[in-house]
């Protein structure tokens, strides 16, 4: 059965989506945009940002019942690919070497709100 996740500890939706959905197994999240919950603002910079997403990530998923060990697969979306070093630094706090999650990062054209990154996982319950 499919069972809608939501947190106040990460920003509310911004359309007709969920923050996470669960089901069977799993825990899909939707893209993560660095917005601040407690503020509505992005933090300045690369770093910042890929922290402020994994945090909005991280919360969903406690809401869900599990951690960011839990993570299976991550797709990080960068609004510039010179990013990458800056956000895989940040990026590899949140992960226990031996037991990363796979993952993919793209370069798009433009993100949400004009936002530098975002990231999406998937997790097993």
Do not use: C, H, W
């Not at 509505?40 to 997403?53: E, L, N, R, V």
């Amino acid at each position: 059965m499919k069972k809608t996740i939501s947190t106040d500890l990460a920003p509310a939706a911004i359309g007709p989506y969920a923050q996470a959905v669960a089901i069977d197994s799993l825990v899909i999240t939707s893209g993560q945009l660095p917005i601040d919950p407690a503020t509505g603002a992005f933090p300045d910079g690369i770093a910042a940002q890929t922290k402020q997403s994994l945090e909005n990530v991280k919360a969903i998923l406690a809401e869900a019942g599990v951690g960011m060990d839990r993570v299976i697969k991550t797709t990080v979306f960068l609004s510039d690919m010179n990013n990458f070093g800056a956000m895989n630094e940040v990026y590899a706090t949140f992960f226990t070497e031996g037991s990363y999650p796979a993952r993919s990062a793209v370069e798009v054209a433009r993100l949400p709100k004009d936002a530098l990154v975002e990231i999406e996982v998937i997790a097993a319950l």
